[in-house]
């Protein structure tokens, strides 16, 4: 069963860069993507962006100017960077694994759907000066 | 401000059915995936694609999709269902996936 482990600094101050890692343990990376999601408090979700097996990336378009993602297969680990931190980005953040499925949507017409199904706990982050 | 919305919150009495919606010009062309939250927790796929559910996840659960909504159903509520749920779609013009704002079920 595949599951995923994430840590990183918990406290930040405005202006400094988040740095969060989620290892997948159980699994490989192969023909999935592999995404951060974050939770601010008391909110709802918010999709920070993914990337494929391939390197390929997507991203938020309102994140898009600080955010990286990147993969290191050899470890089994994705990571999440965010620059120039605010209050804004005070959430609790996610990893999580996405996985895409072709099925029939009529007789004549197929459609790729797309889910997450494997999520770390989360990570609490704090931006405070 | 969400391109998926949601109501925020709906109620439901043990063993009653209740539907939550999910509204946004994405869905036209795609389906709705769905995501179980409880207090503290991470999120839990509940349903994607037409009505498809991963493993575990009962039968009572059940999406349907018309037009530019989409909804989640519970037939047959449970006191475990009471959580926050939320849609989700792939924007495919902008390789984005997007989340609604979430809906509070509370069982009563």
């Known amino acids: 069963q595949v599951q995923l482990e994430q840590w990183g600094a918990g406290l930040l101050k405005p202006s400094e860069t988040l740095s969060l890692t989620c290892a997948v343990y159980g699994g490989s990376f192969s023909g999935y993507s592999w995404s951060w999601i974050r939770q601010a408090p008391g909110m709802g979700l918010e999709w920070i962006g993914e990337m494929n097996d391939s390197g390929s990336t997507n991203y938020n378009p309102s994140l898009m100017s600080r955010v990286a993602i990147s993969l290191d297969t050899s470890k089994n680990q994705f990571t999440l960077g965010l620059t120039f931190v605010t209050a804004a980005d005070t959430a609790v953040y996610f990893c999580?694994?996405?996985?895409?499925?072709?099925?029939?949507?009529?007789?004549?017409?197929?459609?790729?759907?797309?889910?997450?199904?494997?999520w770390g706990r989360g990570t609490t982050v704090i931006v405070s000066s | 401000s969400s391109e998926l919305t949601q109501d925020p919150a709906v109620s439901v009495t043990l063993g009653q059915t209740v539907r939550i919606t999910c509204q946004g010009a994405s869905l036209a062309t795609s389906y709705a995936t769905w995501y179980q939250q409880k207090p503290g927790l991470a999120p839990k796929l509940v349903l994607y694609g037409k009505n498809s559910r991963p493993s575990g996840i009962p039968d009572r659960f059940s999406a349907s999709k018309s037009g530019t909504g989409a909804s989640l159903t519970i037939t047959g509520a449970q006191a475990e269902d009471e959580a926050d749920y939320y849609c989700s779609c792939r924007d495919n013009s902008r390789s984005r996936e997007l989340f609604g704002g979430g809906t509070k079920v509370t069982v009563l």
């Open positions: 999580a694994r996405g996985g895409a499925e072709r099925q029939r949507v009529t007789a004549l017409r197929f459609s790729t759907f797309f889910y997450m199904d494997v």
